[in-house]
């Protein structure tokens, strides 16, 4: 027998509702298992869940019994945290401003300015960026040992920008390509120059694009590990991933509580930027797919 129309109807509501509901649990499961950890004491952290196979299990993984903040207390009072997450913001912050300020000019031109070798240039940006960190990353830590910048923090803010850089342009270069002419030509007939016509016409059109461009930086910049690790040693220089790694891990030693606490406090603020920008980033990976 044939379900009636609402039926059928009522039916796909509730697969549509109960997928979102699968797949947001899954999205926030790790954000509550670092939760549930970093507020664990050891006595339960450390304790085995099961005695043996005729007992039931003491502590369960997913819930806490005692609460506690020791965990934090630990990595703020026997560990630089808040001294690696101020130079992982600062440093994240500079680099990101870099690249999108040579990224969008460079993108702006790809896009516009017809001379001979642009697609040529293009390809060359677009493949600059597919090389891995693990094949140049030795060579960039001899040159910057050559300028006399290793262990100093404007090391990283230096060479970051140079997979950033190529990152924005790729990115921006399609979304200002669909960006229509007729904006900027009426501009520059009505006297502005291409400058102006870019920096009061296109660039407040493109600030989706350019806000999507600049939280992919951000995030690079915040999770790079390699090039932090090669070129910074001192504690007080190190970024958060790679002072967490250095003081939380020590041979096959975990510190699980105050690791994820870090990990936590690490994560939490650029799910929050996302969040906060969520709409500017939809339509930034949306309206740079068509042109017109």
Known sequence: MFMSKRAQKVLHGIGIYASLAIFILMML???????????????????SYCKNIYTSCQD????VRHPTLEQFRYLFEHTDF????????????????????????????????????SGFYGTIIFITYLVPTTLIF????VVIRNFGLYDKPIALMIVYPTFLIPFCTWLLTAYFKGVPKELEESAMVDG??????????????AL?????????SFTLSW?????????????TYKTLPVGIVSQLVLADVYFWGPLMASALLGSVPIACIYMFFL??????????????
Do not use: C, D, H
């Not at 440093?91 to 999108?100: M, P």
């Open 29 to 47: 499961f790790p954000f509550y298992f670092m939760f549930i950890t970093s507020i664990k004491p050891n006595s339960e952290l450390y304790s």
């Open 60 to 63: 369960n993984p997913l819930w």
């Open 82 to 117: 808040s001294t690696w997450l101020y130079n992982s913001v600062v440093i994240a912050t500079i680099s990101t401003g870099i690249s999108l300020f040579i990224g969008t000019l460079a993108a702006y031109s790809l896009a516009r300015i017809r001379f001979k070798g």
């Open 138 to 141: 030795l060579p960039m830590a």
């Open 192 to 205: 502005a120059t291409r400058l102006q016509a870019l920096f009061r016409i296109i660039l407040p059109i």
């Open 208 to 216: 989706p694009g350019i806000i999507s461009a600049g939280l992919f």
């Open 223 to 235: 999770n790079e590990f390699i090039y932090a690790l090669t070129l910074v040693s001192t504690n």
């Open 279 to 292: 709409e500017y980033y939809v339509k930034g990976m949306t309206a740079g797919a068509v042109k017109g």
